[in-house]
């Protein structure tokens, strides 16, 4: 891990879920470990030949990761509220955040504190007022501002024209909320235009290409790929965990033929099992 990537764990929460907004020595961030790792390395390595444009800063977490990974200029562009017009709530947010300090001052003192503010360009606008001025290529896009299915479909439709051809598509939630979720399966799971689809945890990203008929069939693949080791870890899970308490084993300890024949067996059969393995055992002996 580089320096850039230590001072930034440092300077942030470091739970493995969303942890409270009150941290007095830390930087918010609603990002895993998982997704925080994926995010850094992507900016880390996005094309200098377009911007870094994050929709959705909150109060700067996020901002601060990018600045530090890429080491470039950001545009962080957020209205700095919680309200969407039409909506109210702009997405889900930790208890107590509406009695929170203001987070247009809380976003600009958390760039102080990681010292990037140099690098960060406040948009202090919605999505869709803050693009009618913008006319420069984009090589990252992370979407992640207002959760509702209109806003996050007004945020791919105006400013994914702009990814340039190996730009960078980031998407947040987009496994758990019905807005991120739609948009990303009916824009970018279908789309004959961004490719190497990724999902690590909550975050998907996919990379634009040149339009061709096989990406939707490649973006297909890939996407129903990672969706079912999702699947399978969530299963594997479940099992374990009901194995546990059926058993009060500690699975890290066991030998696998053990542990299917405790999964799958009934104790009787088991109990016999156990048995011949401990006479073999001392014939061998």
Known sequence: MNS?????????????????????????????PVERNALFQL?????????????GSYKGGSTVLLALASGRDVYAVDPHTLT?????????????????????????????KANVKSLVHEVPQSSVEAVRDW?????????????????VKNDFRLWSPFLINGGILVMHDVPILNGPRRVFWDNVFKSHELSNLHLKDRLAWGIKVKSSRTTSLANRFSMLTCMMFRLIRSIRSVVVDSLVSR???????????????????????????????????????
Do not use: W, Y
């Open 84 to 112: 969407c017009p039409g909506h109210g709530l702009a997405t889900e947010v930790p208890a107590g955040l509406e009695a929170s300090m203001s987070l247009a001052q809380e976003f600009r003192d958390n760039l102080e």
């Open 43 to 55: 900016a880390s390595k996005c094309s200098p030949e377009g911007e870094i444009v994050e929709i």
């Open 4 to 32: 850039r990537c230590e001072n930034f764990l440092r300077l942030t929460d470091d739970g493995t879920e969303r942890r409270s907004v009150d941290s007095t020595n830390r930087i918010p961030l609603l990002l895993s």
């Open 247 to 285: 058993t009060g084993a500690n699975l890290g300890e066991l030998p696998v033929h053990v542990f299917l024949r405790r999964l799958i067996l009934p104790r009787g059969i088991r109990d016999m099992l156990s048995g011949s393995d401990r006479s073999a055992d001392h014939s061998e002996e």
């Open 135 to 151: 006319n420069k290529p984009i090589s990252l896009l992370f979407i992640d501002g207002c959760h509702h299915f209109e806003c």
